[in-house]
C-alpha cells in the first residue's frame, strides 16, 4: 500500500470516527431539545389555564360586588323596610366577606401559593392547602424553557453544519482542502457541543 493510499485511509477512518461522535452529540441535543420543547408547550398551556382561570375568578368577584353595591343603594335609600335592613346588613357582610376570599384566590392564582404566603392560602390542590402554582410562575417557567430551547436550536444548527462538512471533507481528494473541511467539522462541531452543554446546565433548573 502507497503511502498517500494509508493516508487517505487513516484520513477516512478518523473522519469517520470524528462523524460518529458529534452524531451522537447531535442525538443527545435532539432528545434534551425534544424534552424541554413538550415541557414549555405544558408551560404555555398551565400559563393559559390559569390566566383563565384568574378571569373567571374575577366576573365572579364582580357579580357578587355588583349584589353587595345593589343592597347597599337600597339601603341607603330607605327602599327596604326597616324590619328587613337588618337581615339585609348580615348579608351584605356576608357577601363582602365572599369578595374578600375571591381577591385571596384571584391572588393565589395569580402569584402562586409560594409567594403569597400562608394567609393567602384559601385554593386546594389534590385536597392540600399552598400547592397552587400561580399564572407568573407558570410565565416565567415558560419563557426560561423558550430560552433553553433557543439554546438547543443553536446548538443543533453548528452541529448539523458540522456534519455537512465532514461528509464533504471524506469525498474531497486534494488533502489540503480535506483537511480544511475536516477542521471545519472539528471547529464546528466543538461550538455545537458547548451550546448543548450550555442549554442542558440551562435546562438543569427544571430537573
Not at 487513516?10 to 435532539?30: D, K, S
Not at 402554582?133 to 443553536?154: P, S, Y
Request: charged letters at 25%; one cysteine or more.
Amino acid at each position: 500500500m502507497s503511502d498517500e493510499s494509508e493516508k487517505s485511509s487513516t484520513f477516512e477512518m478518523l473522519c469517520g470516527l470524528t462523524l460518529a461522535v458529534l452524531a451522537a452529540v447531535l442525538a443527545i441535543n435532539e432528545l434534551g431539545a425534544g424534552k424541554y420543547g413538550d415541557d414549555e408547550i405544558i408551560a404555555h398551556n398551565q400559563k393559559a389555564n390559569a390566566f383563565d382561570w384568574y378571569q373567571a375568578k374575577g366576573i365572579k368577584q364582580s357579580l357578587v360586588e355588583g349584589q353587595r353595591d345593589i343592597l347597599r343603594i337600597l339601603l341607603e335609600s330607605r327602599v327596604i323596610p326597616a324590619e328587613s335592613e337588618s337581615r339585609m346588613g348580615s348579608l351584605m357582610a356576608t357577601l363582602d366577606k365572599e369578595i374578600g376570599r375571591y381577591r385571596k384566590e384571584r391572588k393565589e392564582i395569580l402569584l402562586g401559593s409560594a409567594a403569597v404566603g400562608q394567609e393567602y392560602w384559601v385554593l386546594e390542590e389534590d385536597g392540600k392547602l399552598g400547592q397552587v402554582k400561580g399564572a407568573r410562575e407558570w410565565e416565567a417557567e415558560a419563557k426560561a424553557l423558550g430560552a433553553v430551547g433557543d439554546t438547543f436550536d443553536i446548538a443543533t444548527f453548528f452541529l448539523q453544519i458540522c456534519l455537512v462538512m465532514g461528509a464533504i471533507s471524506l469525498i474531497l481528494k486534494g488533502e489540503r482542502m480535506r483537511n480544511t473541511f475536516y477542521g471545519l467539522m472539528v471547529l464546528l462541531g466543538a461550538v455545537g457541543t458547548v451550546y448543548c452543554i450550555m442549554a442542558y446546565l440551562q435546562a438543569g433548573a427544571f430537573a
